[in-house]
């Protein structure tokens, strides 16, 4: 299942990875295992590096597999969510219709 994950890094533990050299290839071990569709990284609202991945999440049993590496390695907050493409909706758009003439009476 096409899955985002939204990685949120406090700025104590990615600085101490920064000035210890390691910030960068963590990360890029990370993503390795990962192999994402699509990567990019920004300072959230809260000021702490973030980054929203797009991988595909074959199993929820895998999620711990996923998460557990920036939880260890930055103390970092994950979240994820199932997205679609813009074919992916396209096929799903059957069923808005149906949707409304169930529910949207």
Do not use: C, H
Not at 7 to 17: D, F, L, R
Not at 72 to 79: I, Y
Request: charged share 25%.
């Amino acid at each position: 299942m096409r899955t985002l994950l939204r990685v949120s890094i406090p700025v104590e533990a990615g600085n101490a990875a920064a000035k210890a050299g390691t910030l960068g290839s963590t990360v890029e071990k990370i993503l390795a295992e990962l192999n994402p569709e699509a990567a990019y990284f920004f300072a959230d609202d809260n000021g702490n590096r973030s980054g929203s991945i797009v991988f595909d999440l074959k199993d929820t049993s895998d999620i711990p597999a996923v998460a557990e590496p920036w939880f260890l390695a930055f103390n970092a907050k994950v979240s994820f969510r199932p997205v679609m493409s813009a074919q992916d909706l396209a096929k799903g758009a059957p069923s808005i219709g149906k949707a409304v003439e169930r529910y949207g009476k």
